[in-house]
């Protein structure tokens, strides 16, 4: 299968897969639509079920991943096999001309003739559906080889490091969606060593609840200001589970050994008063270390032990700014 190929049914792919979380956000928003139409307890019970199923979301984007593409396979890969014109149809018909026998019947009310001519007629018209379905066929197979050799070259080029070539995969697949849609924008560096460095922009006060959301014994809503102790764990697991989503989707869609994720938010820079975007988590993630992790099992926020890292978080603080993993220094060692 050529790229565009792998395009088309990693997309499919995305689309298919949901975790638990995601189908079960997809029912809520089906119930949105009758909100007004429900009963007090029912509508208490529906919030609190969306506040709970985002909490799931943003702790669990670790848990998806796009298909895998095999690039030293697309390397190795063999063109699509050019189709050969067949004559089946005509065969067919031919058969049926030469070998008409006249019934009695056919004899008698001087159909033979005519019928003889329905058969030759017959012949004819399966040539063109034949000559049809080679066309067919040859046009397909242009665009397919045409696709192939856009793939090997492709290929080539990522196994050898292009760097071009592994922004421009980046673009076109475009993986980071689900992130996007949660608040956190992604920019990247590739370097030379076979390291792609990424940027996430965490917008971690924004999607993390300021508020708590639960039932009372009576079924009525219970709205209260989050612990600060559980906001911060919260925002930790969030920031640490889109670090893990975007290092396994470069390793799925790039042959790349080593990805670092730096996640940038806003803090308060004591120096200068202001708040500022500044690195709340860095992580050099080897692709066979990540590999080796069951993703469906970890806490996004302790297996960061697993990686060289940088980060400085307390629960009743929060992060604090730490400095970026250098890509230069993990080159050389």
Known sequence: ????????????????????????????????????????????????????????????????????????????????????????????ATYKANNYNPSFLDKILNKTEKKQQALNEAVSKSQEEDLNTYKTELTKWESDIHDWEESIKVANLLVEGDKESKINIINELNPFTEISNVGSNISFQVHSNSIIEAEIHIHGEDIVPSEKKSLLQSGRLSVRNMPKGTFHEIYQDYVCSCTLRVANELFSILPEKMVIVTAVDELLNTTSGHLEKLPILSVAIPRKTLESLNMNNIDPSDAMSNFIHNMSFKKTKGFESVKRVSPEKLSNE
Request: with cysteine; charged share 40%; aromatic share 6%.
């Open 1 to 92: 299968m050529g790229w565009k190929g792998n395009i088309r049914s990693i997309k499919a792919a995305m689309r298919a897969a949901e975790r638990d979380e995601k189908r079960r956000q997809r029912e809520l928003d089906r119930k949105q639509k009758h909100f007004e139409k429900m009963e007090l307890l029912e509508q208490a019970a529906y919030e609190v079920d969306v506040y709970e199923n985002h909490i799931e979301i943003i702790q669990s984007l670790h848990k998806e991943c796009s298909e895998l593409i095999d690039w030293p396979s697309v390397v190795n890969s063999t063109p699509p096999k050019e189709p050969i014109r067949t004559v089946t149809k005509e065969t067919k």
